[in-house]
Every structure is written in C-alpha cells, then in structure tokens.
C-alpha cells in the first residue's frame, strides 16, 4: 500500500520527466553485429536482442514469450491480467524472476487452474506471439469506459516528447513502443519486440503500483488492431492513440466500446475513428510544427 501512494505522488507531482523510460544504454538489450552495406563496405550496427520467457501462474505453466527481457516481473503481471487469468482484485503474493532460468513465476493467494482455458487460444494480429485466451468479445461488451477529455493542446505536446525521447528504436530498431500518459505528460514508456508485451509490462506497471486508469491515455507506436483496442478497453484506459494506422475490426470494438481512437498521429495531422467525443479542440494550428525529419520513426538512427 505505501507503494501505490508512493507512486501516487510521483504521477501527481509537477514533473518534466518519465517514471520509465527506454535505456538505449542497457548493453543487455542490444548486441554490436558485423556486416556489410549496399555497396560491400563493412560496417558495424546496432540490433535488438531477444529472448525467451516462461510465465508461471502458481505451479502451472502458461505461456513462453520473446520479449527484449526488461522488466519481466511486469511483463508477467500484465500478461497474465490481459489474459484474465489475474483479476484486478487479486492478492498477488509474490513475483519470482529467474534470469538463468528465464522463468517469472506469479504467485497468488487465490488458487487458479486455468487448463481448460489454454486450449481455448486465438491468434491475433500482434507481433512474435500475440494471443488472446478465452471469449474475445466478453471485455467489449462489458465495456463501461470513464467519460474523459483529450485537449489536441496535450496531444501534441506529447506526441512531440515521445517522438524525440531517446529509444531502443532510434538505436537499433525492430521493435515497437507504448506510452502511458496523463494530460500532456508521458508517464511510462515501455518498448519489447512485440506491441502486445509493451502493453502487458505497462498492464503490470499500473496493477502493481495501483495506478488508476480513467485518466489516462494510451499512446502505441503500433498498429490500431482489435487486440490493442481489447487490451486497451481491459485495461479501463479510453483514450488509444497511435501514429500508425487502423485495421476495421479495431475500428469497430472500438466504436463498440466507447473508446477514444486516434491514429496517424504526427506533427499537425490526425485522426479519430471513434470516440470524438472526448476531444476538445483547443490548439491553433497555427503553431504546431510539422513531425521533424530528425526525430521522425522511420529507421534506426545509423540508416537515416
């Protein structure tokens, strides 16, 4: 508990700064790898690693991801929540990481058996091993998302801090990014080689530190895919945005949901599909700059 109010001060507190961030820096992340360029010159760059991790619930074996191998113990939680075989309401009693292992093993006080459960799996449109267990439709339509506001002020405002915050994907790409944010400012930016774990270790962030979701907004650098509006919507977050485009099915569990969805998010220029509701249009456009090709997210800084 002294965590979660903790934390609730650091969000609450006017700060220019992440609580999380990417660390370019990691040497565990990323790996120098020898090659040649189109015109037969060596070169040296930077490329992402990967790595295996098996999810535990309890004593029963769920899922093995690739996943760049920062922050498993949130990767776990996050997964297992958007999965719903961890509900909001649990006692989690411990979280166990083994590096050598590659094991994160989630320890609750309620019993769990989730067998017949694991056969029942949906491959998604996400990256690596997207899946969704269980009846996709059953969090849309319990949907009760919170009525929010989105200034176009903020959006902006973020935007631009996201897209010039130092990033796996600026030094190495192959890899995608998510944001959780209030207002204007970026909370937690979490990257992994697939979307879906970047969302899963923000999912643990917030259930472990107890952060409420009803004013957040939920910034990918991904796809606007039915699995990211679901784990959105799971996750009572109602605002989605995303630079990148849409996919129909996304669109319409959207709509469905009542959730706020913003796609092509650059410089000036946006749109929303669903939603629109939410957004009060409060910038002049006058003075908003159009995405720099300097930080713009197209390749990894060594192929500019």
Same mark, same amino acid.
């Given at each position: 508990?002294?965590?979660?109010?903790?934390?609730?001060?650091?969000?609450?507190?006017?700060?220019?700064?992440?609580l999380?961030?990417?660390?370019?820096?990691?040497?565990?992340?990323? =790996? %120098?790898?020898?090659?040649?360029?189109?015109?037969?010159?060596?070169?040296?760059?930077s490329?992402t690693?990967?790595?295996?991790?098996?999810?535990?619930?309890?004593?029963?074996?769920?899922?093995?991801?690739?996943?760049?191998?920062?922050?498993? =113990?949130?990767?776990?939680?996050?997964?297992?929540? $958007? /999965? $719903?075989?961890?509900?909001?309401?649990?006692?989690?009693?411990?979280?166990?990481?083994?590096?050598?292992?590659?094991?994160?093993?989630?320890?609750?006080?309620?019993?769990t058996?989730?067998?017949?459960?694991?056969?029942?799996?949906? /491959?998604?449109?996400?990256?690596? /091993?997207g899946?969704?267990?269980?009846?996709?439709?059953e969090?849309?339509?319990?949907?009760?998302?919170?009525?929010? =506001?989105? *200034?176009?002020?903020?959006l902006y405002?973020?935007?631009?801090?996201?897209?010039?915050?130092?990033?796996?994907?600026?030094?190495?790409g192959?890899?995608?990014?998510?944001?959780?944010?209030?207002?204007?400012?970026?909370?937690?930016?979490?990257?992994?080689?697939?979307?879906?774990?970047?969302?899963?270790?923000?999912?643990g962030?917030?259930?472990?530190?107890?952060?409420?979701?009803?004013?957040?907004?939920?910034?990918?650098?991904?796809?606007?895919?039915?699995?990211?509006?679901?784990?959105?919507?799971?996750?009572?977050i109602?605002?989605?945005?995303? %630079?990148?485009?849409?996919?129909?099915?996304?669109?319409?569990?959207? *709509?469905?949901?009542?959730?706020?969805?913003?796609?092509?998010?650059?410089?000036?220029?946006?749109?929303?599909?669903?939603?629109?509701?939410?957004?009060?249009?409060? /910038?002049?456009?006058?003075?908003?700059?159009?995405?720099?090709?300097?930080?713009?997210?197209?390749?990894?800084a060594h192929?500019?």
């Amino acid at each position: 508990m002294a965590d979660k109010a903790r934390m609730a001060t650091l969000i609450a507190k006017p700060k220019d700064d992440y609580l999380l961030r990417p660390d370019p820096a990691d040497p565990r992340l990323t =790996e %120098r790898v020898g090659g040649v360029d189109q015109s037969g010159e060596r070169i040296e760059t930077s490329v992402t690693v990967e790595r295996a991790l098996t999810i535990y619930l309890n004593g029963q074996e769920i899922v093995t991801a690739m996943t760049i191998g920062d922050y498993p =113990e949130y990767l776990a939680l996050g997964y297992l929540l $958007n /999965q $719903n075989m961890l509900r909001p309401d649990d006692e989690v009693t411990g979280v166990d990481y083994d590096e050598d292992l590659a094991v994160a093993v989630v320890r609750t006080e309620r019993a769990t058996d989730y067998e017949a459960k694991l056969k029942k799996k949906v /491959q998604t449109s996400g990256c690596a /091993q997207g899946t969704v267990f269980g009846d996709l439709m059953e969090v849309i339509d319990n949907a009760a998302l919170p009525a929010a =506001e989105l *200034r176009t002020s903020w959006l902006y405002a973020l935007t631009h801090k996201i897209n010039t915050t130092p990033s796996l994907y600026l030094e190495a790409g192959a890899i995608h990014g998510c944001v959780l944010a209030v207002e204007d400012r970026p909370l937690v930016y979490m990257e992994d080689v697939g979307r879906h774990n970047a969302v899963d270790k923000i999912a643990g962030f917030m259930f472990r530190h107890g952060v409420r979701p009803d004013d957040k907004i939920f910034y990918t650098t991904g796809r606007l895919t039915s699995e990211m509006v679901i784990k959105t919507v799971r996750m009572g977050i109602p605002i989605l945005v995303s %630079r990148s485009g849409f996919t129909a099915w996304g669109v319409d569990l959207a *709509r469905k949901a009542g959730l706020t969805l913003i796609g092509r998010a650059r410089g000036k220029r946006f749109i929303a599909l669903s939603g629109e509701e939410r957004i009060v249009f409060d /910038q002049d456009l006058r003075y908003v700059e159009e995405e720099s090709s300097k930080h713009r997210r197209k390749a990894a800084a060594h192929d500019d």
